[in-house]
């Protein structure tokens, strides 16, 4: 039989930022996995329509030992609405899962004992949670809606950084690599500015005085944190115009060196994580609701832009896999889709805006005379396309609407 030092380790926890976990060993794993869901149907003419309907999580399948000194504190953990995990996805370790979400849906143990020591089997399902956010209402959103989420994942990305950077002697150089790595990535990206503003010239002040003091800075995460919020807050005006400014972002993320150390499954990958996991989600999170914030105050006349500019969203999205924090990633999941729901506005302008001349018209019957019917929806869209309007109980002048 083997011993229970042959089995592949993993860690359970009942928080998002992963401060207390249980450790427990893998008997055996079989990845159900995610995919696409479908819906097939026939049509009545002739042939038949396969349609997407949505993407399920992953699923697993896992028998794991749990020492019977850590069973109390287990089971009351796999009690949570939600599980935060770190395990391998294959048997030999070569694919993980880092600190994800989960439900357990279903469970059963067994008591057993190996060389003295003695363990209890749990036969686990947990599936993916979902980390889709809140029902939005499309009708309503503005872009002060998405500046309030920019500002809560700023500042929750901020408090954590303050309150869980540590650096180690062991870990002062890898430290000082990330802040560096940082800061160059920042200064190159910002010299590709077409226009640069004054608040350029105060950001690389800044950044200079952070090179000039790492090695004091590095042990006052409170001080490190504000440079860093100083720094960032000036790189983000340096560019004339808000696409610049969204261009520049882009860049960042585009030549930006991931260095993560999300493996935490010894006190040297612990360490190595402290020292500069918090530094890398504070920034990416930050300027990924900034580039939001730009894309949306900018203006776009052709409808290939905008296409890019979802793309350019998408890939930028796509790098910040390695936020392990729940919490976080809800809230930039909620800025991408705020930000496509605003963008898809924006492509509804592109598809035809016409002006009717009006002169002291109640707004229901020109609803009513323009399109057949009035809504919330129809409203507010009149709403938006005319800022200009003092009463919308009636209209006057050139009024814009989208047919």
């Excluded at 392990?324 to 705020?338: A, G």
């Excluded at 009149?382 to 009463?391: A, G, R, T, V, W």
Aim: contains cysteine; negative net charge.
């Amino acid at each position: 039989m083997a011993s229970i030092k042959d089995y592949i380790v993993g860690f359970i926890s009942d928080t998002q930022i992963f401060q207390s976990k249980i450790p427990f060993y893998y008997r055996k794993i079989e990845n159900k996995g995610d995919y696409n869901s479908y819906a097939e149907y026939d049509i009545p003419t002739g042939g038949r329509k396969i349609t997407k309907t949505g993407f399920i999580e992953a699923i697993y399948e896992v028998e794991v030992e749990i020492s019977i000194d850590n069973i109390d504190k287990f089971d009351a953990i796999i009690k949570s609405e939600i599980v935060y995990c770190t395990f391998p996805t294959t048997q030999d370790g070569s694919r993980a899962i880092i600190n994800k979400p989960f439900f357990i849906t279903n469970k059963s143990n067994g008591f057993f004992s190996i060389d003295n020591f003695n363990y209890t089997v749990y036969r686990l399902t947990i599936k993916e949670a979902s980390l889709s956010t809140d029902t939005l209402d499309q009708n309503i959103l503005t872009i002060n809606d998405l500046r309030n989420n920019s500002k809560i994942a700023e500042n929750s990305t901020l408090t954590k950084m303050k309150g869980y950077y540590k650096v180690v002697s062991d870990t002062i150089d890898i430290a000082k690599g990330t802040i560096n790595n940082i800061s160059n990535t920042l200064s190159l990206a910002g010299e590709t500015a077409s226009n640069i503003t004054n608040s350029f010239v105060e950001y690389q002040r800044i950044a200079t005085g952070l090179s000039n003091n790492i090695d004091r800075l590095i042990g006052i995460p409170e001080q490190l944190a504000n440079y860093f919020d100083v720094m960032l807050f000036n790189y983000k005006l340096l560019a004339d115009t808000t696409i610049n400014q969204a261009n520049v972002i882009k860049n960042f993320f585009t030549t930006f060196n991931f260095q993560t150390y999300n493996n935490r499954n010894s006190n040297i990958e612990e360490d190595n994580y402290n020292a500069t996991y918090t530094l890398n989600q504070y920034t990416v999170s930050n300027l990924f609701c900034s580039y939001c914030e730009n894309i949306i105050e900018s203006d776009f006349q052709l409808q290939k832009d905008l296409d890019q500019i979802k793309i350019d969203l998408e890939n930028i999205y796509s790098t910040l896999s390695f936020i392990d924090d729940v919490e976080v990633y809800r809230l930039l999941e909620k800025q991408r889709t705020l930000t496509l729901i605003l963008l898809k506005e924006k492509e509804n302008l592109l598809k035809g805006v016409i002006s009717y001349y009006t002169m002291n018209v109640n707004i229901i019957d020109f609803c009513y005379l323009i399109f057949g019917l009035v809504n919330d929806t129809i409203i507010n869209s009149i709403i938006k396309l005319n800022p200009q309007l003092e009463d919308i109980r009636l209209l006057n002048g050139e009024i814009f609407v989208i047919k």
